[in-house]
């Protein structure tokens, strides 16, 4: 856990939040990486060491509860479509089903309006279509 | 109208949507929901339902000022260029002109910008072209 | 549940909403309301209506995981103090813990950054001061 | 207009552009520029030279039309109650009542969510209290 | 510079601002105002005679200064990537370096989160590929 | 700096990150350290061993150009007003002129539009007042 302390290297620090990475987000995450490897790797490691690492593994809040909190937070910034499939892809990982996924989204109009909404509704679609899930029944 | 008290159902409540829907965004609109209808069939009949049905069919503010305010809106939002191009359909449908609304786009500028103002001009110039009407002179 | 096909009138919808409302929002949710009622009485009919009354009230998601993608919106969108705080109040009403807020609200620093996530803490802080929830112990 | 190509002075322009504020958006805007004098008088100057004198004074779209147009921008925005306000007045200044302003925060709503439409309501409530139009009559 | 008081036409503010924009932004600049001539000649001119002409040439900031400011914000806007590769080509135009764009890219992560971030890092990545720049190796 | 792999513990990181903090934001970055301390003081912990330890020690982009960066993105995010304070502060303290400042908040017109300009325009006057530094003359 991040609050011990026990001195890391900076190596350590990125090779655990890389394995929490790939548990959350699986190939969609580290795909991102591998983009990043030649522009700024810089980035890649602050996004598995601290984002992963540091926040994500910290016990406080579960990490479906984590993934209903992200949704929100990508569909209102909008214009961030392929985070919110690596997102829906971690979503359904970490045990949120398609009609709790889709409601979420649904949810969003009331605080975010209906063009955030569709976008991510249709980000989301294209997730259920490549992982079989559609289409997505009411509950 | 809104404000009455008949009784209604949600069939029927989406179907006066629908049909308010229809006469505004046309076929793009209608492109809309078929898409969200194996994904979240609830947020195509909360679109229709609720967007068009209660609030676009109020009385209180002429179709053409519905769509400059959502011009204004959609522009601001950003990472919206999919509604942006329903709605200048939109818009040419309920009477605005292609200058009027190259004029909104303009005046955009002053309160979001130049890249929010030139998205949603490229993006207006894409549905002027479906409709064959480029070159857009001057009034 | 709003999918059943009962007949409803407007005023029934606004009772059934604001009942939805109170038992979420409590107080300053129905503050919200009061003082829309010189102004636009319709805006505080919908807020309850629709938002609660038919998106609130569907059976899909869980109140607290509700709140859980309201807060990582309304931070998100920035500028929604207002609406933060009566969401806390919301989050604490319907069962997540102070430490399970300010985790979520740590969180949401990774994908909007630390402005958005210092102004949502600091909101959160002052619900807290006033139901006597200060400090916040870790969990 | 600002197509012709008479040459102009910096200052003639100035002047131009801040005749054409007075008449828009009178003392409010008048006391923007004054906040502006001793920090930044360049960002007055181009506020007025610019936005009022190049854009606003275009005969292509009618002055209510562009502030439907910036009504809806600055709902989507956020964080703009300050200018909210100016432009509730510039509003009525230039013929919107405040009942078609309302419904189109109202239609905000749709496009952005409550958040932002209870936000622009409540700022427009504040001018139309000092403008002693409260309450707000249905039309 | 902007601050003399020498009459200027509008033609002459326009080929002034269409020669520091040649300057700063090259090709791609141009590439902007050549999409917009048959939709909005005027937005082009406003781009070049106010953005360029106006602003860009004030002596008040360095041109590599103003780069900085505009990566900034263009990643915090979102949905921007095309006025982002523009931007990172302007930034190497005027003489940061591509580990300098990549580092302020990443320093954005802290104010923006890393959805922005990696949006706008993804998009130097493809000017970078174009420009023959890749891999940015560290500084 | 922060690529070196020497162990450090958790709370090294902390005091390194508090000193560089102290360097550039000052007091002010400090006083938001403290306002989190009875909520979230996890938050306080990664704002400067992240923020500033991890991120802004690193040698690649000069603390004034993190300052510019920094400007752009706090004014285009909005509703950032306190950070602009802080940060309008540590520009100051990092050797941006008032002059360079104003230049900076009104080159932003062009990218985010004139609300958020003068929002941070405003701001910045407040720093400057408390810190004796009206009127901001032209360089």
Same sequence: chains 1, 2, 3, 4, 5, 6.
């Avoid at 991040?2 to 890389?18: Q, V």
Wanted: with cysteine; glycine share 10%.
């Amino acid at each position: 856990m991040t609050t011990t302390d026990t001195a890391t290297t900076r190596r350590e620090r990125f090779e655990h939040g890389l394995d929490v990475l790939g548990r959350i987000d699986g190939e969609a995450g580290r795909n991102v990486l591998a983009a990043l490897s030649d522009v700024s790797p810089e980035l890649a490691h602050q996004v598995a060491a601290w984002g992963f690492g540091e926040i994500y593994s910290r016990p406080g809040l579960a990490p479906r509860d984590r993934q209903l909190v992200t949704l929100g937070m990508l569909t209102a910034l909008g214009g961030c479509e392929p985070q919110l499939r690596v997102h829906v892809n971690a979503a359904l990982n970490v045990g949120l089903t398609p009609q709790q996924i889709v409601e979420a989204l649904l949810h969003s109009a009331v605080y975010c309006g209906f063009p955030r909404a569709l976008n991510a509704t249709l980000a989301a679609k294209q997730v259920f279509a490549e992982r079989g899930l559609l289409p997505v029944l009411p509950a």
